[in-house]
Structure formats: structure tokens, C-alpha cells
């Protein structure tokens, strides 16, 4: 593994619930580059982008757009300096390792990795995040960064937005449980591979993401893993904005990023990755953070023995 930059992306414009603009400083006071160093990975922080906070912004105030996208300007803006900070990280042969931060961060990681790249990508979360301000049901951003990088919707008008050598065929979800309605067709109707909660429980989860990882890697220069804590069962993540019960355990999740690990160790396919939700507000000691940095250790090789 090259070295890796970590990224801090302290943006929570996208979600309903304030406080996982603190995730990037939790994540990092969790110990992250100390867990990094055990796994054998060189570690390089370039800090963190600068964002305004929410509370000194409109979110009506942007261009109208079909639909609903609450701060979609503060988003555009954040979203494309990450981009580029990600390509740059990638032309210096670094690995770019982004802390969020809401979920919409995804789309500044996706797009800037994908800049000279086909990528697929493994979406380890309990939503589904393709919708689009013209199908979103809040307008809450962070439930739409696949929707804008496959450049669905008005996306597909924002340059910034979308990544169009994100290949749809090659993005594989692991552990969905919670998906709205309309989310459940545009899933379905997509060409995208959907592992829910019941095809872990079924086949065990290092059956799936192996599968994941066949899907994401087929016919892609590398993929990027977005790692969302609310995957977890909340009596394993609490400190996330949107818990659902029913998700991963500890050990689960330990085991799906190993899985990457082994495969990345194999075929060097891991491109780049984002760490978000983490909301030390609602979180329990800084346990959601700790397995944030131990979850990344995790997906860099740090092993048991």
C-alpha cells in the first residue's frame, strides 16, 4: 500500500442532524494514523477542507433546481475542492483516505478518484443513496451521492456532480435495510447488484463481499469503498445520524474490510476510500470513532495475527 493522505471533510450540510462536521476530528482523535502504523501503512495528513458552518448559510438560497437539494451550493463547492484534492492525492501516488462528514462527501471522493480512472465501488451502508432532488423525500443531500455520480436526475447537468467513467454495473451495496419506496425501484430497475441484511444472514458476510468485490472489479481500473457507520447495528455504531437496527455486528464488519484487504494485498484494485456519518455528538465515548479508525485499519491490512 502506498502511502496514505488522510483527507478531513467536515461537511454536514447534507444530513438533518448537526454534528458529523466533528466526525473528521473524532475519527483522527480515535487514533487512526496510530491504527494505520500497525497495519504497516504510512500515513500523511493534509487536514482538513474548510466549510463554512451550516448556521451561516441559507439552504434555500441556492438556484432553483427540479426538485428539492437543500445547500447545494455549499455542497458544489466542497464537493469539488475535494475532488480535486483526491485526484491530486492520487497524481502524487498517494492513496486518498477521506473522513467525513455527511455522506454527500462521497461524491467529491468518487468523482475525484474516477478523474482518469473507470471505477466501480462497494457501498457498505444501510441506505441506498441514489436518490435525486427531483425523488428525494427530504432534499437532504446525503441520501443522493450515487444519484449524482451516476449522473442521475438534474445531476446529470452538474459537471461537478457526476463521474461518468463511474461504471453503474460495477457499483455492488452491502448490507442494505432501510430504502424508501421509490429508492426500492431505482434500485431494482438499475444495473447496479444489491447484497441486502438478509443475503448476509443467509451466506455470511465474507461470501458477499467477495461477491461485491467481483462485481465492482470486472472491466474497472480500481474501485472506491465508502464505508458509511451506520452499516452497523446501532449497539455497535451509535453515534451516527441515521440508525437503523439490524445491521452488521463488530465483528462482521471487521471481517468485510479484511475481505477487501486480502483482495487489494492480491490484485491491487483499492483505489480510494471515505470514512462518514460519524456523529460524535450522539455517539457513546468516541466508540463510533474508534471503530471508524479501527474499520479503516482493518481495510489496510491490520490483521489479528
Known sequence: MSTVRIIGAPMDYGANRRGVDMGPSAI????????LEQAGVDTVDSGDLFVPRAEERDPDADPPVRGDAKFLREIEDVCSRLSEEVAATLADGEFPLVLGGDHSVAIGSMVGSAEDATLGGIWFDAHADLNTPETSPSGNVHGMPLGAVLGRGVFGEMDWANAPTVREESIAYVGLRSIDDRERELVRESEMTAFTMADIDERGITAVVEDALEVATDGTDGIHVSLDLDWLD???APGVGTPVRGGVTYREAHSALETVSKRHERDDVLRSMDVVE????????????????????????????
Open 28 to 35: 483522527r482523535y480515535a487514533g487512526l494514523s496510530d491504527e
Open 234 to 236: 446501532p449497539t455497535a
Open 278 to 305: 460519524v456523529n460524535p455528538i450522539l455517539d457513546e465515548g468516541n466508540e463510533t470513532a474508534i471503530l471508524a479508525a479501527e474499520l479503516a485499519a482493518s481495510a489496510f491490512g491490520k490483521r489479528i495475527l
